[in-house]
């Protein structure tokens, strides 16, 4: 029985890869042109062009276009767009959820900050095929699982190996932050139960507090050159300590994500709220510290039985209003990455405008993760990452027609489109289809 299921295992891993080609880079200069452009950053440009070189943005603007030996392809009537951005999954750390071989986000240990997400992603996941098909370019992944889990990583959904693939293999540590407060859990209520609750939650604040201390400590040590050796653990905070990165801090409820912020600032830490769905209740104080949200999902019950139906799908639109720094993540499954823009479709159906939408997985999330100077937009020195749509690509029936990542033209074929043709081939020389 257990050599069966490890047969099951290894068998379910090699089919799970993934064959389509990877892009090889850029040889010359191509200029997308006609149709319309929207840079993002400004307003869509009608009969424009695109020129990139080496990877780069080098112009943009309206037709004509004097530039000679540079390969051009035409997009009339099609529209360009700059690559979506998943700002929070596990993507390329999971595969199949039944396989445990195929799961690594969560390291063993409640404190490993060491852990860098890139390392273990997959770069023959079919999921990746799959999400790029639909826009979605670059993608933060997150490691998961115990108080400190790790760094999250920034790549592109290309490349040989994880190294081609990374854009920031550190960007930024992750904190599970502990909840203010015990949950309510009927079956368990009592004053011991409660208390045992509370006891966690201070045992789990004292240990993140206690790890950033001791990671201060050992910065500060170094840096006066005190002889101590390295330590990894703490080496691997040291770029969210001296605020070079952000940090991750995972928290929904109004007093976790007032603890959180509090201690972000005691910390002098670089912060943004992952989950945020209370963080409507507190915009001033985020504003007033500067610390971003990934709005996780819009897709999940209201909070509390006196909550408006769609509390969870105004939230965007408040936070906009409001003008707090954030972006929005799909809240969707690795699997199920491919439908970000439905989830920026959903909030512009609730308040938010149709070009914060278009913002809110584009130049937001470049933003927030602290790479708006390479992504999020078409502007020249820019990543030429981009995707050329017969439409709106917040809306389900539009195509991703053409897409490149750093300006590289990727294939957008996939395990799904590859069974589709399969199939179609089948009941074609069945006589069931022409």
């Known amino acids: 029985m257990r050599m069966a299921a490890m047969l099951f295992a290894c068998a379910a891993v090699v089919a799970a890869q993934d064959l389509t080609h990877k892009a090889p880079a850029q040889e010359g200069p191509i200029a997308l042109v006609g149709g319309t452009v929207h840079p993002v950053s400004g307003p869509p440009i009608e009969n424009g062009y695109v020129l990139f070189e080496q990877g780069r943005i080098r112009a943009i603007g309206k037709l004509p276009l004097d530039a000679k030996s540079v390969g051009v392809i035409s997009f009339q009537g099609k529209h360009i767009y700059p690559g979506f951005i998943g700002a929070y999954t596990n993507l390329g750390l999971t595969e199949i959820g039944a396989v445990r ?8 240990g409640g404190l490993t900050p060491e852990v860098r997400a890139a390392v273990a992603v997959n770069p023959d996941s079919t999921l990746i095929p799959v999400t790029r098909s639909n826009g979605v370019l670059t993608f933060a992944t997150f490691p998961q699982g115990g108080a400190i889990p790790g760094r999250a990583s920034l790549l592109r959904t290309d490349g040989w190996t994880w190294e081609d693939m990374a854009i920031r293999a550190d960007a930024g ?23 045992d609750r509370e006891k966690r939650i201070r045992k789990s604040l004292l240990r993140v507090e206690e790890a950033f201390a001791r990671a201060r400590g050992y910065v500060d040590a170094r840096r006066a050159g005190a002889g101590l050796s390295t330590d990894i653990r ?20 109004y007093d976790a994500i007032v603890s959180a912020v509090d201690f972000a600032v005691r910390h002098r830490l670089k912060a943004v709220i992952v989950g945020g769905h209370d963080a409507w209740l507190c915009t001033d104080l985020l504003k007033r ?16 039985n006196d ?7 105004r939230l965007p639109a408040r936070l906009e209003a409001a003008g707090v720094r954030w972006c929005l993540a799909s809240g969707q499954p690795a699997s199920n990455e491919r439908n970000l823009p439905y989830a920026a479709a959903r909030a512009a159906a609730y308040g938010l405008s149709r070009e914060a939408a278009l913002a809110s997985i584009t130049l937001y999330p470049a933003r927030v993760l602290g790479v708006a100077d390479q992504l999020g937009s078409l502007e020249k020195g820019k990543s030429a990452t981009l995707f050329i749509a017969d439409g709106d690509p917040l ?11 750093d300006g590289r033209r990727i294939d957008l074929s996939n395990k799904q489109t590859k069974l589709y043709d399969k199939y179609r081939a089948k009941y074609r020389q069945l006589g069931l289809i022409k």
């Open 289 to 304: 510290h500067d610390v971003g949200v990934i709005v996780r999902s819009l897709h999940r019950f209201p909070k509390r």
């Open 234 to 253: 703490w080496e691997a905070m040291r770029s969210a300590i001296e605020g070079k990165r952000p940090v991750f801090l995972l928290a929904q409820d």
């Open 173 to 195: 540590l992750v904190v599970n932050w502990p909840r203010a407060r015990p949950a309510y859990v009927p079956w368990q209520e009592g004053r011991r139960a409660a208390e």
């Open 101 to 108: 071989a195929t799961r690594d986000f969560d390291e063993v």
């Open 307 to 313: 909550s408006d139906y769609d509390e969870t799908y």
């Open 395 to 405: 809306e389900v029936a539009t195509k991703i027609e053409m897409a490149f990542v």
